[in-house]
């Protein structure tokens, strides 16, 4: 199963501020994925993360908010821009390689305020 | 579009106790993967348990089993001989199984914390 590095693990910041979040898996993985969970729910899919082209979105959320690079098989960045309180969540990386499960990143808690 | 539905928002077993958790799901796909996840506090989501469509055998991981029954669309996850590091929250999910775009994400269920009485 793939390792995956996800940073930072939590952070606080300042709403209208940016954060940038990385993911760097152990090996070289087909998709990569960021997901996002809201405080108690369950986890919704933000995009997935196309190595060398723009990122397919899904409903709901667009380039401009969350822009994501993979500029390799083995890394993704997830940015959160111009954050408000309501982008207080956690954030996860997800990867796939050849096989049928996905595994997951530890995730990054974000708290806006 | 395919739902996952876990309609219990909450469960707890004694130590040592077998508990049962459910799940459903909605689609018009005829091949496809179901899995179980867990989410412990530390927030790291760990495959448990997956399930192809195809098979009619029940998958099966140590205490971890499912009860996976295709025309009722159910997908009910058992965990035997219950530990205190059981205790999490518990996802389960849907892929496709067909391949391009769209096909490989994960829609999940909303979850259903299991709490383990010592």
């Known amino acids: 199963s793939a390792v995956i590095s996800q940073k930072p693990s939590r952070d606080i910041c300042q709403r209208g501020t940016s954060l940038t979040i990385q993911c760097q898996v152990d090996?070289?993985?087909?998709?990569m994925f960021w997901y996002r969970q809201q405080p108690g729910q369950s986890l919704t899919l933000i995009a997935t993360?196309?190595?060398?082209?723009?990122?397919?979105?899904e409903s709901g959320f667009v380039i401009d908010k969350f822009p994501i690079s993979r500029p390799n098989l083995t890394f993704s960045t997830l940015t959160v821009s111009n954050m408000s309180p309501e982008d207080s969540s956690i954030y996860l990386c997800?990867?796939?390689?050849?096989?049928?499960?996905?595994?997951f990143g530890q995730g990054t808690r974000l708290t806006v305020v | 579009a395919q739902t996952v539905t876990q309609s219990q928002p909450e469960m707890s077993v004694q130590e040592a106790e077998t508990v049962t958790l459910s799940c459903t799901y909605d689609t018009s796909e005829s091949d496809y993967y179901l899995f179980w996840y867990k989410q412990p506090p530390s927030r790291q989501m760990i495959l448990v348990i997956r399930?192809?469509?195809?098979?009619?055998q029940n998958a099966t991981e140590n205490r971890f089993s499912v009860n996976f029954q295709k025309a009722a669309k159910s997908f009910s996850l058992k965990i035997s001989d219950s530990q205190l590091g059981d205790a999490a929250m518990y996802f389960c999910a849907y892929r496709s199984a067909r391949s391009g775009a769209g096909s490989y994400q994960l829609t999940f269920g909303k979850g259903t914390k299991l709490s383990v009485i010592p």
């Open positions: 399930q192809e469509a195809y098979k009619q």
């Open positions: 993360a196309n190595q060398g082209s723009e990122a397919t979105y």
């Open positions: 997800s990867v796939r390689q050849d096989g049928t499960e996905a595994f």
């Open positions: 090996s070289q993985v087909t998709m």
